[in-house]
Each structure stands twice: as C-alpha cells, then as structure tokens.
C-alpha cells in the first residue's frame, strides 16, 4: 500500500527514508552539538552516551502546535473551568484524599499546605496520576530546545536538567515521559523542579515522583512551602458587583504579583470584608465566567499557586477544585 504512494520508485523511497532520519536524529544539529560539548565540559558526560541519546531522539511537530496554543492563553475563565471542575475529577480528587489520607495530613503537617491543595494540584496536573503524558522528554525538551525559538534558552536548561537527574537518580534517559513540556510524575515536575524539590517522604532514599504518590504528595507541599505558602491564610475570595464600585480599573494590572494592598483596593471603591487586615497585599481579578463578570481578590497564597503554573486561571481552577474536595 505505501509504494503506490511514491512518485519514482526507490529513489523516492530513499529521499523519505532520509526525511524521517534526519528528522529524529539531533545529533547532528549544530545547536546539539554545542550543547553536547558544553555537557562534557561541565559535567563530564560521555560523548558516546550523549551521541546514543541525540541520535534517537525526535523532533515532534505536536509539541510544536501545542506549545503554540496552551488552555491558559485561549480560553476565558468559562472555558477554563469547564475543563478541571467536573463532576469526575471532584469524585476522584475525594477518592485520592482517602485513599491517601494519612501521607496528605503527615505533609499538611510538616509543610503547612493543606491536604485539598496538594489533592487538588495533582487532580488538576494528573487526575490524580491517571494522565502523567506519553511524550519522550527527551523528544520533548529537544524539540522546544531546539526547534522553538521564543524559549530555546528555557528549554536547553531544562534539558540539561534533565540528563543531571537521569545521570543522579539512574534513570534512562530515553525512558522518561512526560507532558510536551517535558513535565513529568504525579505533580508534572519539570526536571529543574524535579531536582529541586522532589523529597523521599516514603523513607527509601529515593524521590520518586514518577510513580510513587506518596513522593508525588510530600514533594508537591515542599515545592509550595519552599515558595513560601502561609499556612491557615486565605487563599482568594469573592466580591459581588455592587461591592467592586465605579473606578475599580485604575488598580487592574497584569502582574501576577499582588502590587497593591487591601487598603487601597479599598479606597478604589472595593468593600473588603472586615476581617481582612488592610495592610495585606492583594490583586483584583476579573474573571469572565458562565454567568457573567466575576470579580476576585487574589492574596498572597493565590500568588504562590502561580509559581507552579504562571496563570491566574489555573490558580483560580486549583483553588475552586480543592474547595469541592474540602
């Protein structure tokens, strides 16, 4: 059936047998071979190893066209939060915090993050390890290193780290998968994150993320408390219209960061419940929902959700899912 397709013959079938050679063998792209060289300088990796690995890994158009068009950017606030607040990911996020009740509360204790956020995160991440991803990182982190130039810079890195941690916990690198940003485990660490702030919360001397959820829930509360979670405070809340006022806009920006503080949310025209300290830094976010303008106050711990995804719309999915799992 494939030869009927060709225009002439074996010379046709030779230029495409090259085509898909040279598509997966990146071993012999010049930006590769760069960053081979600079491997073995400083790390000392073999060449031959790093040969083995470039030649077999794979240039995948999909991520290409994934990456170009990720939820966050596409969708508004409705769209969104249809995708991570169904009725099966909440019953499963209740199965998981049962399932996995003692390991949730031993972290909630150690690391001050509650057992609904972790439970959430990865619900958000995984379903709770179900969808971990079926691309290579390999595949993943060569092609956005080097095919994707906006974050070839970002993705080298990644890639770096990545062999670091194959070559740290004796994983094969042609064995890892992962998400088409090359995220990987329960929580879709990437491999700088892997590195950081994976922990062994189960006692084998090993941090293994990838398969084990009790690693996966001990290293997603770390990730959280190492940026800075504040245990027992509020994460967002609510405003109706008629509390938002007239001249709200002049505090809107795009910073993830909040700038302002409750006292002047509140002096731009913003009822902020009584018992909030003024002093707190706070953003004002407007959402558009199923029934319309939805206006948020996002607090500090909203902000640490974003350094796991930088959007305000997975924040807001992380936290309104981890509310149905209360």
């Not at 013959?9 to 047998?17: D, E, K, P, Q, R």
């Not at 071979?33 to 491997?39: D, G, L, P, R, V």
């Not at 031959?48 to 066209?65: G, N, P, R, V, Y």
């Not at 379903?127 to 079926?134: D, E, L, M």
Request: glycine fraction near 6%.
């Amino acid at each position: 059936m494939y030869f009927r397709y060709l225009v002439s013959g074996a010379i046709s079938l030779a230029l495409v047998c090259f085509s898909v050679v040279s598509q997966a063998d990146y071993s012999q792209n010049e930006s590769t071979k760069t960053f081979m060289a600079e491997m073995i300088k400083k790390h000392q990796f073999d060449q031959k190893e790093l040969l083995q690995i470039f030649t077999q890994a794979e240039k995948k158009d999909s991520i290409l066209k994934a990456i170009s068009r990720p939820a966050e950017k596409r969708l508004e606030w409705e769209g969104y939060r249809k995708i991570f607040l169904t009725k099966d990911r909440i019953k499963k996020g209740k199965a998981f915090l049962k399932a996995n009740q003692s390991t949730l509360q031993r972290a909630e204790q150690k690391y001050g993050v509650p057992a609904h956020i972790i439970t959430s995160i990865i619900g958000v991440e995984t379903r709770y390890g179900q969808h971990k991803g079926n691309y290579r990182v390999v595949d993943a982190l060569s092609t956005l290193a080097f095919d994707y130039p906006p974050r070839s810079k970002f993705f080298k890195s990644e890639l770096e780290q990545a062999l670091l941690l194959s070559k740290e916990q004796g994983f094969k690198p042609l064995e890892l998968t992962g998400s088409y940003a090359g995220a990987m485990g329960y929580g879709q660490f990437i491999p700088s994150s892997y590195r950081h702030y994976a922990v062994d919360f189960d006692g084998d001397n090993v941090a293994d993320i990838l398969d084990n959820p009790i690693d996966a829930i001990g290293s997603v509360a770390n990730y959280f408390a190492e940026h800075k979670w504040r245990s027992g405070q509020a994460v967002t809340f609510k405003l109706e219209a008629s509390m938002v006022g007239g001249q709200h806009k002049k505090i809107l920006h795009d910073k993830l960061k909040p700038v302002h503080t409750l006292g002047e949310l509140k002096a731009a025209g913003l009822v902020i419940p009584e018992e909030y300290d003024l002093s707190i830094k706070a953003k004002l976010q407007v959402l558009e929902g199923g029934a319309g303008t939805e206006y948020w106050v996002t607090l500090h711990n909203f902000y640490v959700i974003t350094r796991y995804n930088h959007s305000h719309l997975y924040a807001m999915a992380v936290y309104q899912l981890a509310e149905e799992l209360r």
